[in-house]
């Protein structure tokens, strides 16, 4: 076919087209390409004009894509862009990249001719995967924050449940001669339950309900305190070995959440090894250097200490390892896992401004890597806490808590302390008493989660009513309320959910120390 004699205008239209334009014969071999073209594909159109068209098709297509030209040819439509499957081109440096065509049989004297329209579309559709990845992001965020909502509500029942729990064993403890064998049986339950508060406490830090309470610690010593509890639950057909270095750097962290890490690694890997294997849980010390600092931006240069938690399970195919740490996404059948363990790790890992890492191929088992900022700070001895129950002096004190129970339990741990206690389970009550006796009592000790009037409302109705009184709010979520509107509110000291006699006791003192002061 000759090009002499056509139309200028038009030549010049396709030539400035800002679509490629590109027209092959019967035969395949390309005719026609405009400046397009050369730019999208990267060759000149010498080195075009006379080739097959199969040289911009990529080599995974390009054995079909003769039959489907010969197809077309033999019964040509016009097929508009959009329309079909999807489509790519090959450049001249070997990448491929999206396009969208659009065809139209164009009948000459000289035959039967195709004229192409390319479009790259390659910058739309990583603009649609970035949606993709936004809207998955919103919802797996919906989901988490619906979790959250439901850990939220499930924590205050069973913290009531456990603050019963306490309370009566405390009570018991009490009760039974220090030389009785209950005290043992009692001893273990009220360790029990505070497993249970602590429990409860990762649960609301991972749904963003209650702050982790961070502290400098060794994450060696953690690391050995957590095998000693997975040597007594891990299946016997697992073997594991502990390298915890002591010279490995401390870290602020909060304990209960990095135990959380570790025993839901270690979950994880005792699933993938439930043939028996090698769990290998290391503490060590880690620098991260300029470059790999640059390639990870959550990591700072410096100091860390890094918990590796490693098994000889069947491994993670790419795939499953891409989507390690989605939440919700789960490999376990249905009833043995919620997705969420991994997902829980990366969390609580990310709120210590470290970085989790995993190395796993099919059939080679899992390495989990976590990095944590080092601190120079000295771990925090608890046995250095004080374990004195402080008593009272016959202050007179209102307690106030909607569950009957509870309300038995502060009356009588208050009581054999040696204050003086009206305990009600009706907050507008507690405040009627007040309002119409503003002068009997010296501290108020009430709940956040009650009818009628939350223990925050009722603590700022109590500060109109009488200014000054010292208030102690008992609640399982006191990361929820700010400082400054629990002081507005009057109240000096918040109580965790399910307390101690010795917590409430110190709580109580505390509080009227400051009055005093």
Do not use: W
């Amino acid at each position: 076919m000759s090009f002499e004699h056509s139309d200028v205008q038009l030549r010049a239209a396709i030539e400035a087209s800002p679509t490629g334009v590109l027209m092959i014969g019967a035969d395949g071999r390309i005719v026609l390409v405009n400046r397009e073209v050369e730019r999208m594909f990267g060759y000149p159109r010498e080195m075009l004009l006379g080739q097959t068209i199969e040289m911009l098709v990529p080599e995974r297509f390009r054995d079909l894509h003769p039959s489907h030209r010969s197809a077309y040819f033999a019964q040509p439509v016009q097929r508009s862009m959009g329309v079909g499957r999807d489509l790519f081109g090959l450049r001249a440096d070997g990448t491929e990249f999206s396009v969208e065509i659009g065809l139209n049989p164009v009948d000459t004297d000289d035959g039967l001719f195709v004229l192409g329209s390319i479009v790259d579309i390659s910058a739309r559709k990583a603009a649609e995967r970035e949606r993709r990845k936004l809207e998955e992001q919103l919802r797996q965020a919906q989901k988490m924050e619906a979790v959250g909502t439901l850990a939220g509500g499930i924590a205050h029942d069973f913290n009531n449940v456990l603050a019963a729990i306490v309370g009566f064993g405390e009570l018991a403890q009490a009760a039974v001669a220090s030389d009785s064998p209950a005290q043992r049986d009692l001893a273990q339950l009220l360790k029990s339950a505070d497993r249970g508060r602590q429990l409860v406490a990762r649960i609301l830090s991972v749904s963003r309900r209650q702050e982790a309470r961070r502290a400098p610690v060794s994450l060696a010593t953690i690391v050995r305190e957590a095998a000693e509890l997975l040597r007594a639950t891990l299946p016997s057909s697992i073997e594991m070995r502990v390298i915890a270095d002591a010279s490995a750097p401390n870290i602020l962290a909060d304990v209960s959440s990095v135990h959380q890490i570790l025993m839901n690694l270690a979950n994880n890997a005792a699933h993938a090894m439930q043939d028996g294997g090698v769990l290998t849980l290391v503490a060590e010390s880690f620098y991260v250097r300029d470059s790999y600092a640059r390639s990870h931006p959550e990591l700072r240069e410096g100091l860390h200490a890094r918990l590796v938690v490693q098994d000889t399970g069947h491994g993670m195919p790419e795939a499953v390892r891409a989507r390690a740490f989605e939440p919700f996404f789960t490999t376990k059948p249905v009833g043995e896992g919620t997705g969420l363990g991994l997902a829980m790790v990366h969390a609580i890992v990310g709120d210590h401004e470290g970085l989790v890492e995993i190395e796993s191929e099919l059939g080679r088992g899992a390495s989990i890597r976590c990095l944590f900022p080092a601190i120079d700070a000295t771990p925090r001895d608890v046995k250095d806490v004080a374990t004195e129950v402080l008593q009272g002096a016959g202050e007179r004190l209102l307690y106030v808590d909607d569950e009957p129970t509870l309300s038995e339990i502060g009356n009588r741990r208050l009581t054999g302390l040696g204050y003086r206690v009206t305990a009600v389970t009706d907050s507008s009550l507690a405040l009627e008493l007040l309002r119409a006796r503003p002068g009997e009592f010296d501290v108020v000790v009430t709940d956040y989660y009650m009818p009628k009037l939350t223990g925050l409302q009722l603590a700022r109705e109590i500060s109109r009513a009488r200014p000054g009184i010292p208030i102690v709010l008992m609640t399982g979520f006191a990361g929820e309320i700010s400082h400054e509107t629990l002081a507005e509110a009057g109240i000096l000291y918040t109580l965790s959910k399910p307390a101690t006699l010795q917590q409430v006791a110190r709580a109580v003192r505390d509080a009227l120390g400051a009055r005093s002061g």
